[in-house]
């Protein structure tokens, strides 16, 4: 089971190297669905965004400093699963 998990964390790899930040966190609330992806921390937005696409981009002084996703479960990526 540990190794399947970690071919999964494994396939992520060619995509988290294309992302223009050295510095990733992310936190899953399975509750809400809603996945965060900080680009620094802390990040204190002072102005955000909702995409079409129900995305939070959020800023700090122009600056992208996160994203929030809001219902992530619905969402597929093609890295490792075939899409």
């Not at 396939?11 to 992310?26: C, D, F, K």
């Not at 219902?71 to 075939?82: D, E, F, L, V």
């Amino acid at each position: 089971m540990a190794a399947v998990e970690i071919k999964r964390i494994l396939n992520l790899i060619p995509g988290l190297l294309e992302v223009p930040y050295s510095r990733i966190w992310a936190a899953y609330d399975k509750e809400a669905d809603v996945l965060y992806i900080n680009f620094r921390k802390p990040s204190h937005a002072d102005d955000s965004e909702l995409t079409d696409d129900d995305i939070i981009i959020r800023y700090e002084k122009g600056e992208i400093v996160g994203i929030t996703i809001l219902n992530a479960s619905r969402r597929k990526i093609g890295y490792g699963h075939g899409v």
